[in-house]
């Protein structure tokens, strides 16, 4: 990252403690390979790593998330750390983003911000070292970007909570111990207020998962029935009838975690032994067509505007501070761009994008990238739900007249 | 988002810089001024000189206040975000840093005080009819200190009380300081779409030229100041970007059809919202080329081509949808709109379009 401003002192020596951190925890070679460039004796450096002990380690370090608290897994550091962190983590070729994507960007942020004492050291630590993996319980058949709308039911009886209802587009609950879920504690009062956020464990009886075959062919993503479930009225996080507020933390994280996401970030995590850019010059042919080079060279433009952006965004928050609506711009801008750049990879492949012989890896991949891509406006908040945001929330316009405004939930036309 | 890399100091001198530009360059300022021949003010000229803006990054032996780029970059876009109508871009910024890029020591001395103090105001003349922005296109010629040709496009050509030409001799290109009142040179103002910065064609009959810096070391000196310049009038784009955004919201707040505000429309609302979205993209692109000029020249000539390619589109893209949110307003000479618009298009084409940079980065990139 050329636009990174110098290292202050306390920053270099800082960098220097991640360094050495990673030097001596790392399988052997692997520093060694890095810092001399050689490609061979890092592949041979890899053949050995585990992934699952890697995300312990990490997970035990507090590099893993050094904005929260000590006490709770992290370094209560301040931003400039994890930039740097996530900056080393990238020149080690180490995911920036570990196995347990939600738990560490949505959960844990939302937990430290709205969670009691006995939550956050219950949960906090084990998220970080993927022991337990989590997935978000939003979206329903009936309630996608109206999310406020949600009909899953939770009942109080005799110190707990019964859910019953089904919620949809649930990725990777077959993997997860937990799941954040959002459900409506009160039918008779406007939507918003009758929400409450729970932690359920996603093992209890009752619990239904199937899984949804995507365009991709791969099933990330679930339906996931709640039938008679129960949940001890500790899981509640924050208080009854305050769920919303505590989803909006959640969201606001997730706009973040997603905007760092690209085809690159992706190149990071399945570990490859090149430079992302290298690699996508690389997979593009006729590089001296000059329609070909424009697109190359926009490719270049748009994704570094996009991270000397985050960059900037992440200077300005503040230690410890929730993000904000801002959040939304990368999100959008990147899920644009990835869609944009995905959809020009297969056009300049030209007919080897769309048939290709049986077991061409690299086709395959482009072909899953491209369909992917689609997911990037949708997911997370869509990319016209987010602009209406930005409208509203950073430039000030003013609100659409809301139909539902002050009906109670029940009596609110759903599809 | 907009305080990254900026110190103490240098966010004081951008209130400033708003705050005297909010007094000196209002809309009724720019309309009266791009109706002139001259197209500035000579007291508002005298003020920003005292202010040390004229020499803001000329080095104090030569007179200036010895800030840089980054201080460049913020003036830059406070002036853009108010079409502020000085010959600021051509003499403080390309003219100057020719002579820094090229000239000897004593050059420098003898050139550089006068800009600094605002008594000088330089032009730089180097891009020719054909309209080619390469340097060593030059085809203006170079003998026994005497140059003839025609330059064109040369910003605040007219006006200028000392020109900085490129030519070339059998040596290749180089640079020569001509004293527009010397003999063979004939002047011409051009009829421009932006009307807030005048150009001119300058005609060259064997005219005495006095060799800047070294003969046929002009091709250098001369791309690393265009990409300098490149850096620093994306930041002015950036900031013409912000004030059609700024226009565009707060119209959308105030005017009612069908009973309510058309920002509460949706396709109003996520217009503004991809404005913001691209403003905030160029602003980063033009603050990592303000930072390259002034710290990194080896990143200098991709961040320059980078910003340049991107911050084009973002400002073009941000005063067309200014007048499309105004509607009928939005298209009246009265309107402010089609003054940025006009901005827009001349920056684009300015020191090349977005395509032409984005080839410069897939050649700077090894593509
Ligand atoms: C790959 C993938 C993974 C996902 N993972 C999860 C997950 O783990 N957990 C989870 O809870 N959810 C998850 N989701 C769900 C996702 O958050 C929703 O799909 C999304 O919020 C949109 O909701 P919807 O599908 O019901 O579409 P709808 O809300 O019905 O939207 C349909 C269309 O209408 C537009 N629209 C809706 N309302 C407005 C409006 N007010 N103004 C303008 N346009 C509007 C939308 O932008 C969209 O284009 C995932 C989705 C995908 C694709």
């Given at each position: 990252m050329r636009w990174t401003i110098e290292d202050t002192p306390e920053r270099a020596a800082f960098r220097e403690q991640v360094r050495g951190w990673l030097r001596e925890n790392l399988p052997a070679g692997w520093a060694d390979a890095i810092e001399s460039g050689d490609a061979d004796k890092l592949d041979q450096a890899r053949k050995s790593w585990d992934f699952f002990g890697w995300s312990r380690t990490i997970g035990m370090s507090g590099y893993g998330a050094p904005l929260w608290p000590k006490e709770y897994g992290g370094l209560s550091g301040e931003p400039w750390m994890q930039n740097i962190t996530r900056e080393e983590l990238a020149r080690y070729r180490l995911p920036t983003v570990g196995l347990n994507i939600l738990g560490v960007g949505l959960a844990g942020p939302t937990l430290i911000a709205h969670g009691n004492e006995e939550q956050k050291k219950r949960y906090l630590q084990k998220i970080l070292t993927s022991e337990e993996v989590w997935c978000q319980l939003f979206s329903e058949p009936g309630s996608g970007s109206d999310l406020a709308s949600a009909g899953a039911r939770a009942t109080r009886s005799n110190g707990e909570y019964i859910i019953n209802g089904q919620k949809v587009w649930t990725s990777i609950a077959q993997m997860s111990h937990f799941g954040m879920l959002l459900a409506r504690t009160d039918p008779d009062v406007p939507k918003h207020d009758g929400l409450s956020y729970f932690i359920v464990d996603m093992k209890s009886p009752g619990v239904d998962i199937r899984p949804l075959k995507q365009i991709t062919g791969s099933s990330e993503f679930n339906e996931v029935y709640f039938n008679d479930v129960r949940i001890p009225a500790e899981n509640l996080v924050g208080v009854e009838g305050d769920g919303w507020r505590v989803a909006r933390t959640t969201l606001m994280n997730e706009r973040v975690a997603l905007s760092g996401l690209s085809l690159d970030s992706a190149a990071f995590a399945g570990g490859t032994r090149k430079d992302p850019w290298a690699l996508f010059v690389d997979s593009?042919?006729?590089?001296?067509d000059g329609r070909v080079r424009q697109f190359i060279a926009k490719s270049y433009v748009e994704k570094e505007v996009k991270e000397i952006t985050q960059f900037r965004a992440n200077m300005a928050r503040m230690s410890g501070a929730q993000p904000g609506p801002e959040g939304g711009v990368t999100k959008v801008y990147n899920a644009e761009f990835n869609k944009w750049r995905s959809n020009g990879i297969m056009n300049a492949n030209g007919p080897a994008a769309v048939a290709w012989d049986h077991g061409d890896s690299d086709s395959e991949n482009r072909a899953h990238a491209f369909l992917r891509a689609r997911a990037n406006s949708i997911e997370g908040g869509t990319s016209e739900i987010l602009r209406t945001q930005m409208g509203e929330r950073i430039l000030g316009l003013p609100r659409e007249p809301e139909v539902d405004k002050g009906i109670p939930w029940k009596e609110i036309k759903r599809s | 988002m907009s305080t990254f890399g900026f110190t103490e100091e240098q966010n004081e001198l951008r209130s400033t810089a708003a705050r005297f530009l909010e007094e000196k360059s209002s809309s009724a300022d720019v309309r009266r001024l791009m109706e002139t021949s001259e197209g500035f003010d000579e007291a508002t000229w005298k003020q920003i000189a005292d202010l040390g803006w004229t020499g803001m990054a000329i080095p104090e032996e030569y007179g200036?206040?010895?800030?840089?780029f980054v201080e460049l970059t913020v003036l830059m876009e406070e002036m853009g975000k108010k079409l502020f109508c000085a010959p600021y871009f051509s003499s403080v910024i390309l003219a100057t840093n020719a002579i820094l890029n090229a000239g000897t020591e004593d050059q420098k001395k003898e050139l550089l005080p006068g800009i600094a103090d605002g008594t000088t105001r330089a032009a730089l003349a180097f891009v020719e009819p054909s309209g080619k922005w390469e340097v060593d296109s030059a085809e203006v010629t170079a003998n026994g200190g005497k140059i003839s040709g025609t330059k064109s496009y040369v910003v605040d050509g007219a006006t200028a009380n000392l020109l900085i030409v490129s030519a070339k001799s059998g040596n290749g290109i180089s640079l020569y300081v001509v004293?527009?009142?010397?003999?063979?040179v004939t002047r011409t103002a051009l009829q421009t779409l932006d009307m807030t910065r005048k150009q001119a064609k300058i005609e060259f009959n064997n005219t005495p030229a006095k060799l800047l810096g070294e003969e046929g070391a002009g091709t250098a000196a001369l791309q690393k100041t265009l990409e300098q310049a490149a850096c620093l009038l994306s930041a002015e784009m950036v900031g013409g970007a912000q004030a059609c955004l700024d226009a565009s919201t707060t119209y959308a707040k105030e005017r009612y059809q069908f009973g309510r505000p058309i920002g509460s429309f949706q396709a109003i609302k996520h217009k503004c919202a991809n404005m913001l979205m691209e403003v905030e993209m160029a602003r980063s692109a033009a603050y990592y080329a303000g930072w390259a000029a002034a710290e990194d020249p080896e990143e200098l000539s991709l961040a320059a081509s980078l910003a340049k390619a991107y911050c084009s589109d973002a400002f073009f893209h941000a005063a067309a949808e200014n007048i499309q949110i105004h509607g009928g307003i939005g298209f009246t000479w009265e309107h402010d709109a089609h003054l940025y618009f006009r901005r827009a298009k001349s920056d684009e084409i300015y020191l090349g379009d977005a395509t032409y940079h984005r080839e410069l980065v897939a050649q700077k990139l090894g593509v």
């Open positions: 593009i042919p006729n590089r001296e | 200036g206040v010895g800030f840089g004293d527009p009142d010397a003999e063979g």
